[in-house]
């Protein structure tokens, strides 16, 4: 509903009490139904996946745009989206909860929502071991505790055995793209980074204490990343024009589906496991050149050589740029 949208920044004061005042009497009036105890509405694609996870699809009767993981969530109705909601299909849908996104949903949305007397809990975990948490309280809410504290082991030894597996060198440099026009990146509290540094990597923007922002060309090129990652094919097209980054003279621009690791959901381990793979090739790689390099000054003097770029590099320097083709040419959307 328009008096509830903030996709401008700005609210009407007077239309939000004439929409209440119109909406609060239907509070009391639509009848209540009976096909389940328990009646779910999410505010973010990321919760609607929560609440399958630990196995109450079915309470599941509201959710908001995007909301596209497992393919059942396709079928719950939408009631609005980040920027508006739609306050009379919620009512008439008679919530038993409403799960909001902490840090996403707007603070004067769900206050309109407590005024109509609904049951709002805000959730969301920005750092990724408060995934299992999170689990185990959409778990408790839907009554599901078994399945949510199941859900939640799982995850944290699937985390476990990914921190076991990275190797703590020299990080990598990564850029992370969000957006292209404007260009738009993640700080330090994003949990993308946090996924970041667990595979052995450093956010070069990390030094900015914030979830998302845009930045300057310029200032991607001055840090030079070693591994830029994009969520679509076309972003690395763009990349690949500026061969004086690291990342793309060493063919590391690479396409992680955004769902992979903007949503923090158990299914975020496997866009860390494609991050991960990632940085090791690249740092296989750097490790080969340089080995490689060394090799060559030692024998035959002279300048190093980048033997990954070179027609005539050693067997195992090519082996591993093949490898690197290879696996980065493969579809990262399926």
């Not at 094919?233 to 980054?245: D, I, K, P, Q, T």
Request: aromatic share 6%; glycine share 8%.
């Amino acid at each position: 509903m328009a008096g509830f949208s903030e996709r401008a920044g700005r609210r009407d004061p007077r239309r939000d009490r004439w929409t209440l005042g119109v909406l609060l009497p239907l509070v009391f009036t639509i009848p209540i139904p009976a096909r389940s105890a328990t009646r779910i509405i999410t505010l973010s694609p990321a919760l609607a996946e929560m609440v399958f996870d630990v196995g109450a699809g079915r309470d599941l009767v509201g959710t908001v745009r995007f909301s596209r993981h497992p393919a059942r969530a396709e079928e719950v109705p939408r009631v609005g989206d980040a920027f508006s909601l739609d306050l009379s299909r919620i009512l008439f849908l008679h919530p038993t909860e409403i799960l909001a996104w902490k840090g996403g949903t707007s603070p004067a949305a769900i206050d309109d929502l407590r005024r109509l007397h609904l049951k709002v809990v805000s959730l969301g975990a920005n750092r990724l071991r408060g995934v299992a948490r999170e689990l185990v309280s959409v778990g408790r809410l839907t009554g599901h505790v078994d399945q949510a504290e199941q859900a939640a082991r799982a995850f944290q030894m699937a985390l476990a055995r990914i921190k076991r597996a990275t190797p703590d060198p020299t990080p990598i440099r990564v850029f992370y793209e969000i957006a292209r026009s404007p260009l738009d990146t993640i700080g330090r509290s994003q949990i993308i980074s946090r996924a970041i540094r667990i595979c052995g990597g450093r956010n070069i923007f990390a030094g900015i204490n914030e979830m998302a922002f845009p930045v300057s060309l310029t200032a991607v090129l001055e840090r030079n990343p070693q591994v830029i990652i994009v969520g679509r094919a076309r972003s690395v097209r763009f990349w690949e024009r500026f061969v004086e980054l690291s990342a793309v003279r060493h063919g590391a621009v690479d396409v992680i589906r955004p769902g992979l690791l903007a949503q923090a959901t158990p299914r975020m381990l496997r866009g860390i496991q494609m991050l991960c793979r990632d940085l090791a090739l690249t740092r296989l790689s750097r490790s080969t050149r340089l080995n490689s390099a060394h090799h060559t000054q030692g024998v035959r003097g002279g300048a190093p050589r980048v033997w990954a770029q070179s027609s005539s590099a050693p067997p195992s320097a090519l082996s591993v740029t093949r490898a690197m083709t290879k696996r980065r040419s493969e579809s990262r959307f399926r």
